[in-house]
């Protein structure tokens, strides 16, 4: 029996949204029936948008969303390891884990928007260097979790350097909350998922992107002896849907895209032919979750028309 795919909300607030915008978003979703909810971590919106009023800083949301939530899975896609030094990172996640009762995920990736590191002053190395520190973020973060109370973690790489650290507090969840990472890099990427993901994650590709990714994640896995099907295999895909043409089309227009582009790249049409996308995604590349990107936070019945006549097609 196929297993049942879980439905997340993925939003993007540094396009311009508040914490009540947020908020609003999260519980909708919660109530509708959400396996979680997630959100971006940059500090500058995208596009010909304003982003007014200014982004939000993620952390700050999703401490505030684990008081006010009771049931959703919270999480980043993904939080920059350029943004934070693993140590405090560490402490935050486990900080906000205990907060939401156990229901964090951690989403880390190396970094890429270049221009919202000069906007704020963040420093932005090259490719390699910064793949580099994302490694050694990974190894830090699990390793601080990993530590057993009463022992000090100490780590010493090229980049960061931690010496009889504490490792406190410890995250609700144990031995640590899931660990996302994600990616089109053919050799790194997969390596590192190999090595301390528990979740794999493919941002907006098409069905044979994600298959050949998918398959590199599977090759690494092997090559240092571990199970790939202990690696939950997920997609980001933006979503568009109406229950007629007209619904589609005006749904579009109020995220500047265009109908037939949606289609094409993203999750667009009506109930049945998203369920029907969906489910050949699924087939074909194994996916278990998959984060809808949803781009008009004020459009709350999108997001339950989509519980309520896609997510049980799936089911």
């Not at 199970?227 to 933006?238: G, K, M, N, Y």
Request: charged share 25%.
């Amino acid at each position: 029996m196929t297993e049942a795919l879980k439905f997340r909300i993925f939003t993007e607030p540094q396009q311009g949204a508040t914490y009540e915008d947020l908020l609003r978003v999260a519980r909708c979703a919660e109530d509708a029936g959400y396996d979680a909810f997630f959100r971006s971590d940059h500090y500058l919106k995208m596009g010909s948008v304003t982003g007014e009023p200014g982004p939000t800083d993620a952390w700050t949301t999703l401490a505030g969303l684990a008081r006010e939530t009771t049931r959703l899975r919270l999480g980043t896609l993904m939080t920059a390891a350029t943004f934070r030094y693993p140590g405090p990172l560490a402490v935050t996640v486990a900080q906000v884990d205990q907060m939401s009762g156990g229901r964090v995920e951690f989403g880390l990736g190396a970094g890429w928007y270049t221009e919202e590191h000069t906007a704020y002053g963040i420093p932005f190395p090259a490719t390699r260097e910064r793949f580099d520190r994302y490694a050694e973020q990974l190894e830090i973060i699990t390793g601080l979790w990993a530590t057993p109370v009463g022992q000090t973690y100490t780590f010493r790489g090229r980049h960061y350097e931690l010496v009889d650290a504490p490792a406190l507090p410890k995250p609700a969840q144990r031995p640590r909350p899931p660990v996302l990472v994600g990616g089109l890099g053919a050799k790194r990427t997969p390596a590192l998922a190999a090595r301390f993901a528990d979740e794999f994650n493919l941002p907006f590709v098409d069905v044979e992107t994600a298959v050949t990714q998918f398959d590199r994640v599977t090759a690494a896995c092997a090559e240092i002896g571990r199970d790939a099907t202990e690696i939950t295999r997920s997609a980001a895909l933006v979503v568009c849907v109406g229950r007629d043409e007209a619904e589609v089309a005006r749904r579009a227009g109020a995220i500047g895209r265009e109908v037939e582009e949606l289609r094409l790249n993203g999750l667009c049409g009506t109930p049945a032919e998203v369920a029907d996308k969906l489910g050949s995604y699924r087939e074909r590349t194994g996916l278990q979750r998959v984060y809808l990107q949803v781009l008009d936070l004020s459009d709350l019945d999108h997001v339950e028309l989509i519980a309520a006549e896609v997510a049980p097609q799936l089911g």
